[in-house]
């Protein structure tokens, strides 16, 4: 069975720095990745998303993930996080192996600081 | 254009008793997922519906079910509830891909607690 890690539970920056939130997956055959967002008080919102072609998927608000394959890892990045980014985020992967149902990571809260 | 609408928003129940919860997609979507969240397990999915059958289902117990109607409008039926069905029950619709591949629009969800 698939399953998704999120490392990070709790992650708190102060503005303009750098942000690297972790997401490994257990499954390694074919896999759709996804990073959804969960801004205070609103729904939970897809950020990108990667099928196939190039590794480095971006997304909205300057948000990117890099998939390598080797490692298992769909790592979200961002190069200057802003007040507005505090959310909670969550890795979710689809895979054969789990008949394309999609399974979620437990999710990171991000705080950030003005 | 409108978004994701689930009713009830808030809902509590005794234990035993049967819940349904409802959700509109948003217009054109033909793709219906629920999803159960709580903080012990996190979000699973519970099944996905597409042109009113069954497309793809969670390891959940018989006791969750669901439908979809032609207007590909969805219900969600929790029977004999129990205490751990506490949850926020999450709706997606999406235009009809699939799961896998689909960018889903998530309702604000259904608080359920189970008394």
């Known amino acids: 069975a698939q399953s998704v890690s999120q490392h990070n539970h709790h992650v708190i920056l102060s503005e303009a720095a750098s942000l690297e939130l972790g997401c490994n997956y257990s499954y390694g055959g074919t896999v759709n990745l996804f990073w959804y967002v969960q801004y205070p008080g609103q729904h939970l919102q897809l950020l990108l998303k990667y099928f196939s072609g190039d590794p480095l998927v971006k997304g909205i608000k300057g948000f990117e993930a890099e998939f390598i394959k080797s490692k298992f890892s769909f790592n979200l990045r961002k190069p200057s996080v802003q007040w507005s980014d505090t959310a909670e985020y969550f890795c979710?992967?689809?895979?054969?192996?789990?008949?394309?149902?999609?399974?979620f990571g437990r999710g990171t809260s991000l705080i950030v600081h003005p | 254009k409108a978004g994701v609408t689930q009713t009830p928003r808030y809902l509590i129940k005794t234990r035993g008793q049967q819940v349904t919860l409802s959700c509109s997609p948003i217009s054109g979507h033909r793709s219906v997922s629920w999803y159960q969240q709580t903080p012990g397990q996190g979000l699973q999915f519970l099944f996905e519906y597409f042109s009113e059958t069954q497309r793809n289902k969670g390891n959940f117990p018989g006791r969750f079910s669901g439908r979809q109607f032609s207007n590909s409008r969805s219900e969600m039926n929790v029977s004999t509830l129990e205490l751990g069905d506490s949850a926020l029950y999450l709706c997606?619709?999406?235009?009809?891909?699939?799961?896998?591949?689909?960018?889903?629009?998530f309702g604000p969800g259904t608080r359920l607690t189970v008394l």
């Open positions: 979710a992967v689809s895979s054969s192996g789990g008949s394309y149902i999609p399974t």
């Open positions: 997606a619709s999406s235009l009809g891909g699939g799961v896998s591949t689909d960018t889903q629009y």
